[in-house]
């Protein structure tokens, strides 16, 4: 096997063991804010990538990412599925087909322009971007240091916990969000320390 072909594979089991062994604490999560889905979605979605991941990591990274996206649109719904599968698919759309750890910071911060677009949303609004942003700023300043990276995401999803909800469903809840981590925000976090420990081997 191509040791791209393998990175791919390894990059896409690490992201779906670790949203399956962590399916119920996110969904623990979403139970306190939302409607205590997001753990159950992240992992159907995860789950029919993997039933398709023999087709995927045989594609170059611009294709296997957008495949990626699309599943995950599909398979995951509600909030999270359309935003996910635009980062992916974006990712997609932006990497070079032979990327290297240089492109990455550019390509993640498109797709979460698309994210923001497709959400009406924005960073400090207690979501996914209170992750993402960060994880693209660490990107731009070091694309090679990896541990810092998983730190940055464990830090900004914990950071969440004190923040007032802006949108998604926990919006609804105003200030009662406040003390509960967001459940996007967490995935996000492990799914980057999925993909640094796969990078990492
Ligand atoms: P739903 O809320 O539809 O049940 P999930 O529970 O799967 O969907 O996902 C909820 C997560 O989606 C939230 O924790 C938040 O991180 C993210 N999210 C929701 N709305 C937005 C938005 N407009 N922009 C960015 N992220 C969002
Ligand atoms: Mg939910
Ligand atoms: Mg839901």
Redesign the pocket.
Known sequence: MSSEKELRLAMLTAVAQTISRHAEELTQ??QA??????GI??KRGFDAVMADSAGLVEKPWPEFLKGVGMTLVMK??????P?FGTLFMTLGKELPGNPCAGDVAGALEAAIQA??A????EAG??????VLVPVAAQLRKDALALTDLVTVAAAAAEA?GPMK?I?????FLGDRSIGHV???????ALMVAAVVGAVKG
Do not use: E, F, Y
């Open positions: 999560l979403d804010i939302g409607d205590g889905d997001h979605n992240m995951v719904g509600g909030a999270s599925g935003l994210v923001q497709r959400g009406k949303s609004q207690k979501t996914m971007l209170d969440t909800a949108r998604g469903r926990a919006s967001d459940p996007g925000a967490r995935s996000s």
